[in-house]
């Protein structure tokens, strides 16, 4: 007999050889028939899965994260089934779920048509075929593969261990390599919609063949689709390159090249205010300025590791004598030579660095994503030199700043938290030791339970010199993106002869804290962009405030307010066209102006504005010195 922990702590026994589905059964027939997939001592596996010894089992539904990742798989191969029928030429890549849906990569010459592909797959649905997994050895695998001239496959399964036993997916007249988990049959993905069809290449390098991307979203109910599309078209609306462009803050070129945007005027307004803010609230909390070199000579990176752990991620240069350059990826090797410029004692500590830093990182082709994901950017970064008894009040500290810098955006509630940590199955990737690692670890998650922040684990991801707290957001399309930084270095300080001379007049090795307060400005800006809708708060805002005359005949008075306002500080345009009010009014609503004052007859006669406020309409007539004073305090509150 075994025993099984479920998520409630109840216990229950079975005889061994019981599979996951048989332990839904004995709980609830409805909970079966609802059940995806399942955890077994945290692993996902399939309702098929056997077990045959003591484990904790959590049974997932379309309630589930994963429980819906379960369903998706489904619907992406039954995808790529309806393909096959269509298309039978067409070759396989891969069809994984995702965050907000799933995709199938198919190599096709034809044209694919959404609408029937579409049609089909609920054909498939209507079938109800049932799913059956089995196993092969690697060689009966790559047979299968060659046989079915499935090459996409095949190079798949030739990278697998040789000794692995590998899965297989059928249903009806289709076949896929695939680890799972899947559905029992066809008939519960009922209500499907392809979104759309893009290029993508062959595991996302721009070397190898571009093949064809098939998106899409399914439900167990109709209703469930249709507030979904609905989202997705607000995400549409959202959008950071569509909105970016429409409100002329950035643009791209061909010319200039992929991952390379150009901040247009509106939009370099929105990230020079948002620099000012950080560098400022820096230097409120003892943070000094360095400016460094935008590259360096490999010797740099060879010393600080990344030479070694990052060089695919760096551009390279070189000069007539050979020596090889690179352009910065990150900023601490340049910080932590002026901090070794002169000798330091425990008195100095700690020391704050921070610097606007424009960096370089040669990202894939298949990878570049707006503002979002870019080869050239700019960063608050800055690094925190502090003794072992000053680290976790500097870490506390470098929370408490960027805790501030979200609140103030407004982002705070859509945020999640990451503890990333290192692979220690993949040793080569890091440096330093497993015993270092694990209580540099240790110290960092003590850190992060004394701050009371809500993490999830993340083994593998973090930075080749130390763990880190990684700030995500989702953009408008469910795509997780890390936006700001925390990381605990016990390494590099070693790396680089780092000292500081202690109350014992000893030499000791400090700890060294990596850091962004805002994180990436372009990131940051496509963020905000998708999180407003473009209607920036007012203090962010590139334009504040936009007069609109009736007439040219009050353009005396309008220059006058203009110069008043601009005085003050307030960003102003004049909108002098000949157009009918109605229609400037609309023209400023759709720039997402906040504040728009009409010029007529009587606002000229009694020297006054007629105010109309993006979000609450008309708000009536004053006198222009009572509207500064409303929109400075408005703007020095950072109200949102």
Request: charged share 30%.
């Amino acid at each position: 007999m075994i025993k099984i922990t479920l998520k409630d702590g109840n216990v229950l026994e079975f005889e061994a050889g019981v599979s996951v589905l048989d332990v839904a059964i004995s709980i609830s027939e409805g909970l079966a028939r609802n059940t995806t997939s399942a955890l077994v001592n945290n692993e996902l596996v399939d309702v098929r899965h056997i077990l045959n010894e003591d484990a904790s089992l959590e049974l997932l539904t379309l309630s589930n994260k994963e429980g819906m990742h379960a369903y998706w798989h489904t619907a992406a191969h039954m995808l790529a089934q309806a393909v096959k029928r269509l298309y039978p030429t067409a070759k396989f890549a891969i069809g994984p779920a995702i965050d907000n849906g799933f995709y199938y990569d198919f190599d096709v010459e034809e044209n694919l048509d959404l609408d029937k592909i579409q049609a089909e797959m609920k054909k498939i649905a209507k079938e109800n075929i049932k799913i059956e997994r089995y196993t092969l050895s690697r060689d009966e695998a790559l047979a299968w593969a060659k046989e079915s001239g499935e090459i996409y496959k095949e190079e798949l399964i030739s990278e697998l261990p040789e000794d692995a036993e590998i899965s297989f997916y059928r249903q009806g007249d289709f076949t896929d390599l695939c680890a799972g988990p899947h559905l029992q049959s066809t008939k519960t993905v009922k209500y499907t919609k392809l979104l759309n069809l893009a290029g993508a290449y062959w595991r996302g390098s721009e070397k190898n063949k571009m093949l064809k991307r098939v998106y899409g979203v399914s439900f167990d109910k109709a209703s469930i689709l249709e507030d979904h599309l609905e989202k997705l078209e607000d995400a549409k609306k959202r959008d950071h390159n569509k909105l970016g462009k429409e409100l002329k803050l950035f643009t791209t070129s061909p010319e200039i090249g992929q991952g390379l945007p150009l901040l247009m005027p509106k939009g370099a307004k929105i990230v020079q205010l948002l620099q000012r803010f950080v560098e400022d609230e820096e230097e409120k909390r003892g943070y000094v300025l360095t400016k460094t070199p935008l590259m360096a000579k490999s010797d740099l990176y060879k010393k600080s590791g990344h030479w070694d752990h990052y060089q695919e991620g760096m551009f390279k240069l070189s000069d007539d004598d050979e020596q090889i350059y690179a352009l910065r990826p990150m900023t601490c090797p340049f910080q932590f030579t002026i901090y070794n410029a002169d000798g330091k004692s425990y008195r100095d500590l700690p020391i704050r660095y921070g610097e606007t830093s424009t960096l370089f990182r040669n990202e894939s082709s298949g990878e570049m994503h707006g503002l979002i994901r870019v080869r050239q950017f700019t960063i608050s970064e800055g690094h925190l030199v502090v003794t072992p008894e000053q680290l976790e009040d500097e870490f506390k500290g470098v929370v408490d700043l960027i805790d501030y810098m979200m609140d103030t955006l407004g982002i705070a509630e859509d945020v999640t938290y990451q503890f990333s940590k290192w692979d220690p199955n993949n040793k080569d990737k890091y440096i330093g030791d497993a015993k270092t690692w694990e209580s540099t670890q240790d110290e960092m998650r003590n850190i992060l339970n004394h701050l009371n922040i809500d993490f999830v684990e993340a083994e593998g991801e973090a930075a080749f010199y130390g763990p880190k707290l990684d700030i995500q957001f989702k953009n408008v399309h469910g795509k997780e993106d890390t936006i700001i930084t925390v990381q605990i270095d016990f390494a590099l300080a070693e790396k680089f002869d780092m000292s500081y001379v202690d109350k014992d007049g000893e030499k000791k090795r400090p700890f060294i804290i990596h850091r962004t307060s805002i994180g990436c400005y372009e990131r940051t800006l496509a963020m905000l962009i998708e999180k407003y809708a473009g209607a920036f708060p007012t203090w962010l805002a590139p334009v504040q405030v936009k007069i609109l005359p009736l007439s040219d005949k009050y353009d005396d008075y309008v220059y006058e307010l203009k110069n008043e306002l601009q005085k003050a500080g307030i960003r102003v345009e004049l909108d002098l066209r000949g157009e009918k009010i109605g229609y400037k009014i609309r023209e400023a609503q759709l720039e997402k102006v906040p504040y728009m004052l009409v010029i007529g007859e009587n606002e000229a006669t009694n020297k006054e504005i007629a105010i109309r406020s993006r979000k609450d309409g008309d708000l009536g007539s004053k006198k222009i010195e009572e509207f500064i004073k409303e929109i400075k305090t408005e703007i020095n509150e950072k109200r949102r």
